[in-house]
């Protein structure tokens, strides 16, 4: 979504709608809001449904106070005034109250954002304001604190969490990444013991920032790849949906040729990202005018090594990144299913992705087209995209199975002579 292009109250709406839609917020709770450069604030309404908003329902603020629209604006009005006081840089709010994050603010603590760096990178450094009754001065006054304070994502004693950036899209990408962390550690902690990442190794993943590749200018797009964009944004919206991905973290690519693939871009909502936005890359260059993600260079790693790998997803699922925070073993032996798609899951160790890509490519085989990096994310090879698209979602209910058995009992996994028939039975899952 383009801030530029979309009026403040569609844009509302459509971040309304996913918050509603992710379960991060009920029916009457949360609010968000825009600050336009002449001083109009466009924000949610008071008291009406937030799942069936229409930009019909947002209130527009006039800088003289007068208010437009037919609702009265969200009783948090004053606060998200003043936190527009205490930055002038910040041009959206988003607020609400998932239920992850409300548990911390519940605990008065924070979530810990280096268990992941890319969450880190993503979310800022974290304030805490102190308890205030909903919609008051006081309380605005001491979110705005924290915000003045340098923060930009503040958990709200008893309450909830506000998050503001430059403009809607990145505050929302900011806010479920944080409910994310939230999430991540209760998960991490149901099954072992999660451990941050120190300075040192965060400073060595802000070393691997977008490589600087030359740029070429396509000639044409074959029908081939048309299609392969097209079900490339398909997928990366679908993953969302599934929370496979968040709307900040996550790639995906596809093989073209021996000498080129696609892969998606860096810095755009996953879930919004459209044909055009796809970067195709071409003997080592990337498309003009476009920024590929981040793990470009792993991905090529592994096309150059496997001739016979067709597309490749670098995720953060929610319940494969407890085993990767823990140091907890996962495995695959849980049900036939997930055995025979996964094999053997790989363990490699933090850096390695930006690091030593080629070393990570080489981890992959028949056997093992998996792999969990530490602190980092998971790497699902495939023979096509649905291919790789179906191998995550299985590595990721496989997870999640995992973790929910941690609070029955003991986990029992298929034994040596189960698992020998089912090598007997089904061929290594290449493709």
């Not at 009406?48 to 009783?75: C, E, F, M, N, Y």
């Not at 909830?160 to 998960?187: H, N, P, Q, Y």
């Not at 997930?338 to 790989?346: A, E, F, G, H, K």
Request: hydrophobic share 40%; glycine share 8%; charged share 25%.
């Amino acid at each position: 979504m383009n801030p530029e292009l979309v009026h403040p109250a569609r844009q509302i709406v459509t971040i309304m709608d996913r918050i509603y839609a992710q379960g991060m917020t009920t029916t009457s709770g949360g609010n968000l809001s825009i600050r336009e450069e002449n001083g109009d604030l466009w924000i949610t309404p008071r008291g009406t449904d937030k799942g069936s908003l229409t930009p019909k329902d947002i209130v527009q603020v006039r800088p003289d106070g007068r208010v437009v629209g037919r609702h009265a604006p969200s009783v948090e009005l004053p606060c998200h005034q003043l936190i527009y006081g205490a930055r002038p840089d910040l041009r959206a709010i988003v607020h609400a109250h998932p239920p992850a994050l409300v548990a911390f603010s519940l605990a008065r603590k924070r979530p810990d954002t280096a268990l992941l760096p890319v969450a880190r990178l993503t979310c800022g450094e974290i304030g805490m304001a102190e308890y205030g009754l909903p919609g008051s001065t006081d309380l605005g006054e001491k979110i705005a604190r924290a915000f003045a304070g340098g923060s930009s994502t503040v958990i709200l004693e008893n309450h909830g969490t506000m998050v503001g950036a430059e403009d809607l899209s990145r505050a929302f990408m900011a806010f479920e990444t944080f409910d994310f962390c939230a999430r991540l550690e209760i998960d991490a902690d149901r099954i072992g013991t999660p451990t941050a990442l120190d300075p040192d190794r965060l400073r060595l993943w802000d070393r691997g920032q977008p490589p600087d590749l030359d740029e070429f200018r396509p000639r044409g797009y074959a029908s081939h790849e048309r299609e392969a964009r097209r079900e490339m944004c398909d997928l990366l919206r679908r993953a969302c949906d599934q929370d496979l991905f968040t709307s900040a973290h996550g790639s995906l690519s596809h093989r073209l040729d021996e000498r080129s693939f696609i892969i998606s871009p860096e810095g755009i909502d996953r879930r919004s990202t459209q044909p055009g936005d796809i970067v195709r890359i071409e003997d080592g260059r990337r498309e003009a005018g476009k920024t590929p993600s981040r793990t470009v260079l792993l991905h090529r790693c592994i096309y150059d090594r496997h001739p016979h790998v067709g597309s490749i997803i670098v995720a953060h699922p929610l319940s494969l990144m407890a085993f990767a925070v823990t140091g907890e073993r996962f495995d695959s032996r849980t049900i036939p299913e997930s055995y025979i798609i996964l094999r053997d899951v790989v363990r490699l160790p933090f850096g390695c992705t930006f690091l030593e890509p080629e070393k990570a490519a080489a981890a992959f085989t028949r056997e093992a087209p998996v792999a969990l990096v530490d602190h980092d994310c998971a790497i699902v090879t495939g023979g096509s995209l649905i291919n790789c698209f179906d191998r995550l979602e299985v590595a990721e209910y496989s997870a999640r199975a995992l973790v929910a058995c941690r609070s029955i009992g003991d986990v029992v996994r298929i034994d040596e002579k189960q698992v020998a028939a089912i090598d007997a039975a089904f061929e290594p899952p290449w493709t």
